[in-house]
């Protein structure tokens, strides 16, 4: 049933197994006899597949196995170790069922191991160890069980109590019992082979056993048990992976928040910009900087997308508004930042629009510091005097204060009617409005109009004058300056995460190297190589994913602190900060993608584990 052919082992030149050659039944108890380093354990791992570095060949059912050797010794071996080879961070059960995690069955099972089910594989007695390793042998269901001193750990009655549990088995497979102890297996072989220096020195026949049918085990499938396994061995080194956790935990949270944080401060700053430049703004000159007529000015106030259209008297200063109209006292007039925006688009708090030239309508917050104490009705048609300054002539205009609009302005504003004040200046000046001379002026356009467009269409129409949008390049400049901080943040927080996850490499190879004991034992009980890598490439990623699910949380938290604190200290301007999803999905599937690349060393390491030294550590 079970050939050995002609097998020969060298280690470093040196024969181990020199031309070994057996022939054994499908059932029945064979014992391997010999002193100690003769070749024993050596020829059992080549009859197990585990040690696949040998000359010869081993055949199973007259079919050579040697070029596929890790699915004959998944399929048909079971092994028993003399170090028994237990996993401590598995529990009792699932050491026994070990083999079950890499194999597709189902059905039920029924383990008579109610004594000791629930006490942890560190406390266990060396009987118990024994027994464990027993019946995890004969919960696999394999044709050939392979013994390595079985007994060698154990007193004479224990021994005894082993070896008639194997005889039991051996009616149902092939038990091969590697020892040095003679006189135990005599009583109980039915060929013993003896071997010396790494070759069978002889062999003899006791009696023939007759064959029975293997014994069905009826098994119970795993669900997910890659996933299972890989949690238990996150949970043997729970502080490290905590450690991991936590870490990486607080590097995404650097990243997310600085982002997050930097980007509404962007929004905010362009707010700000768009407050005091409206972005329906464009200017106009003569290209040879000849003066503006009002009659131009005029002109282009009947387009349709145009709101408004001013003319700026530089020469005239505004210098701001007060109650006191005889002698300009600085102390007592406002400062006005804003006059010329339209006011066609402002919901009125109180009051009415302009109707003639000499009435006004100011923003709310400047209302407010009109009034200082005051209650606002109080500045309804009450009078104002607008002082100007011309050639050292300090003069004043008085208006009437007809509405309040519902704006908070950033800066001091009021509205007019358009040009209103020059047509007011030219009589308190005295001059004619042929006179004028300012050779620049402003356009207010509609909302639903695209100032780029706009500017083209005028460009076209009077090809005298440039156009220019306002602000546009100062709104430009602080993007791209946000934008080269924000890439410098990008970067620090990125290599925080970066040694983070390098950090998880680098554990996770100590990892496997401290398991790697136990990942040869897995490969004894039927995991493939991939299998090894799925476990520790899911280890990894359930520190990444656990990481990633408390920052998602803690951003969460930290978002609505950072809003409610920011509302409470700032008023007005405060800053909104929302979650931002498409972040969030950017970081963690980049993260993912490191953790991929990091966890080479470690899988790269699995790969070439060699099964047999790692059994031997
Ligand atoms: P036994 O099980 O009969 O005591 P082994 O099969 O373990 O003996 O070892 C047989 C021989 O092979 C010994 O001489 C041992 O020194 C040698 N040997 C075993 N493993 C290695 C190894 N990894 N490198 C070099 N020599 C080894
Ligand atoms: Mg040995």
Redesign the pocket.
């Known amino acids: 049933m079970l050939q050995i052919v002609h097998i020969t082992k060298r280690?470093?030149y040196?024969k181990?197994l020199d031309d070994i050659s057996l022939d054994l039944p499908k059932t029945g108890m064979i014992a391997i006899v010999?002193?100690?380093?003769?070749?024993?354990?050596?020829?059992l791992h080549i009859i197990g597949g585990i040690d696949q570095d040998f000359q010869g060949d081993i055949k199973w059912q007259e079919r050579s196995v040697k070029k596929h050797l890790s699915h004959y010794s998944q399929k048909h071996i079971g092994f028993i170790f003399q170090q028994f080879h237990l996993i401590m961070w598995l529990s009792v059960h699932q050491n026994i069922t070990m083999s079950q995690f890499f194999q597709r069955g189902g059905g039920e099972e029924n383990l008579d191991i109610d004594d000791f089910q629930n006490l942890k594989m560190s406390s266990l007695s060396l009987g118990q160890r024994q027994r464990i390793a027993y019946l995890r042998a004969c919960y696999q269901p394999s044709d050939i069980l392979l013994c390595?001193e079985p007994t060698g750990s154990l007193d004479p009655v224990h021994a005894d109590e082993v070896m008639n549990l194997l005889k039991e088995e051996s009616k149902r497979r092939l038990v091969i019992v590697?020892s040095?102890d003679l006189k135990l297996v005599e009583r109980y072989s039915d060929e013993i082979y003896t071997?010396c220096d790494?070759k069978i020195e002889s062999h003899q026949c006791f009696r023939h056993t007759p064959l029975t049918q293997n014994k069905i085990v009826s098994r119970h499938k795993k669900i997910f048990p890659l996933l299972r396994l890989s949690w238990m061995s996150l949970k043997s080194h729970k502080g490290r992976s905590l450690q991991l956790i936590f870490g990486l935990t607080i590097s995404f949270l650097c990243i997310i928040m600085t982002l997050t944080m930097s980007r509404g401060l962007e929004t905010q700053i362009q707010n700000y910009i768009y407050s005091l430049i409206p972005s329906s703004c464009i200017s106009f000159q003569a290209h040879n900087h000849q003066s503006l007529t009002l009659d131009f000015v005029n002109e282009l106030q009947s387009q349709p997308s145009i709101t408004r259209t001013q003319l700026y008297l530089q020469e005239y200063e505004f210098l701001g508004i007060g109650f006191v109209g005889e002698r300009y006292q600085d102390s007592q007039v406002l400062f006005i930042g804003d006059d010329a925006s339209p006011y066609q688009d402002i919901q009125l708090d109180m009051g009415q629009y302009p109707q003639e030239d000499h009435e006004i309508i100011v923003s709310l917050s400047t209302a407010q510091h009109l009034c200082k104490d005051e209650s606002l009705s109080t500045l309804l048609n009450k009078k104002v005097y607008a002082w100007y300054q011309y050639q050292n002539e300090v003069k004043s205009i008085a208006y009437q204060v007809v509405g309040i609009t519902n704006q908070t302005t950033a800066l001091d504003t009021l509205y007019q009617r358009e040009n209103a004040y020059i047509h007011l200046l030219k009589d308190v000046y005295q001059f004619d409005e042929k006179d004028i001379q300012s050779d620049l002026g402003m356009i207010y356009i509609h909302k639903d109009y695209q100032r780029s467009e706009i500017i083209k269409e005028l460009k076209k129409q009077y090809p005298d004058y440039k156009f220019l949008e306002v602000g546009a390049t100062t709104t430009q400049n602080i993007s791209q300056s946000m934008q080269q901080v924000r890439v410098v943040l990008m970067i620090f927080s990125g290599l925080a995460i970066l040694s983070s996850l390098f950090l998880i490499g680098e554990v996770m190879f100590l990892n496997v190297i401290q398991k790697k004991k136990d990942f040869a034992i897995l490969i004894c009980f039927g995991a493939r190589r991939w299998h090894l890598l799925k476990i520790v490439l899911f280890e990894s990623l359930e520190i990444v994913l656990s990481a990633q699910m408390i920052c998602t949380g803690l951003y969460y938290q930290l978002l609505s602190l950072v809003n409610v604190m920011s509302q409470e200290l700032l008023l007005n301007n405060h800053l909104t900060l929302s979650f931002d999803y498409e972040l969030l999905l950017f970081v963690y599937s980049a993260s993912f993608l490191l953790v991929f690349i990091s966890q080479l060393p470690p899988l790269l390491y699995v790969f070439r584990l060699n099964t047999?030294?790692a059994l031997?550590d």
């Open positions: 280690y470093h040196q181990v010999g002193p100690s380093g003769c070749g024993k354990s050596t020829l390595d590697v040095h071997m790494g047999i030294a031997k």
